[in-house]
């Protein structure tokens, strides 16, 4: 059997379980360290043995409705690759939507971050990559996601400094940007995740207690005490939350202004504080 073929079986077993039939050649060409001209010249080819033997077992695991990248081990965030597994949650587009939106919007200066639920480091990492001379810390209540974002700063050769805390129980000092993309799914909006999602990528990095606002709000009433005079905070969010979000700002910074911005798919994605 020629790779065209295998491949076109496997696709319509991952089709008929609504799982993403392009996963599999994604998945191939990392694990195989095929480039798409190697995977199109091969079309053709007979499947060598080692090659089937990848295949079945990667059909299995997407059959399992693990995550590619958790197969891969690995997610591409920006200019960074990160070491990813069942610890943390896989980065997202929107995220490297967050990070730009940061550097954008605040100068090169000296400046000192925290990002709240760091996971994988995707936040913290890039922007101390962009950023040298920012001084970047990173927390999470998972000591073995901090565990994984240590090796993906260590990978990367940036310094953060990472805090095991419940949000913000361990923090001290204060912080010119607080930056976070907390968990946020309500529990009642779980039938809009995907399968693969809920299946391999932690619950405890995805959904959140009161309709999805719990860390948002344990964050906003608190953060007056760990902000400079004209620190901001930038949120990720859900996007439905957008107003609710606006709402809990206004409560406990009546004076500062409050942004909903939207995606490149022009759904409310991001939301800033400061007091411009």
């Known amino acids: 059997m020629n790779y065209a073929q295998l491949f076109r079986q496997y696709e319509e077993q991952l089709e008929s379980i609504g799982e993403d039939s392009e996963n599999l050649i994604y998945v191939f060409k990392e694990l195989a360290d095929w480039t798409t001209t190697d995977y199109l010249l091969n079309q053709n080819q007979e499947v060598s043995l080692n090659h089937q033997k990848l295949l079945l077992s990667i059909l299995e695991q997407l059959k399992g409705h693990r995550s590619p990248q958790y ?72 000591n073995d996601a901090l565990a994984l974002a240590k090796v993906n700063a260590l990978n990367e050769q940036v310094t953060v400094d990472f805090i095991q805390s419940d949000v913000l129980a361990n923090i001290t000092g204060t912080y010119d940007i607080i930056v976070s993309n907390p968990p946020y799914i309500a529990y009642s909006d779980e039938n809009e995740v995907g399968t693969n999602v809920l299946a391999s990528e932690p619950h405890l990095a995805l959904f959140a207690e009161e309709e999805g606002y719990a860390i948002y709000r344990q964050i906003i009433e608190n953060a007056a005490a760990y902000l400079s005079d004209r620190g901001k905070l930038y949120f990720e969010i859900g996007y439905k939350q957008g107003e609710g979000l606006r709402e809990l700002l206004i409560k406990s910074f009546p004076k500062h202004r409050v942004r909903v911005l939207k995606d490149v798919f022009g759904k409310d994605r991001m939301v800033v504080l400061d007091n411009e």
């Open 71 to 142: 197969i891969t081990g690995k997610a591409y965030f920006r200019d960074l690759e990160l070491s990813v597994d069942e610890r943390v949650l896989i980065p997202r587009p929107e995220t490297e939507e967050l990070v730009e939106l940061i550097l954008s919007e605040n100068s090169s200066k000296n400046l000192s971050i925290l990002d709240i639920g760091t996971g994988s480091g995707a936040i913290a990492i890039s922007l101390k990559k962009s950023r040298p001379f920012w001084s970047v810390s990173a927390s999470d209540i998972s």
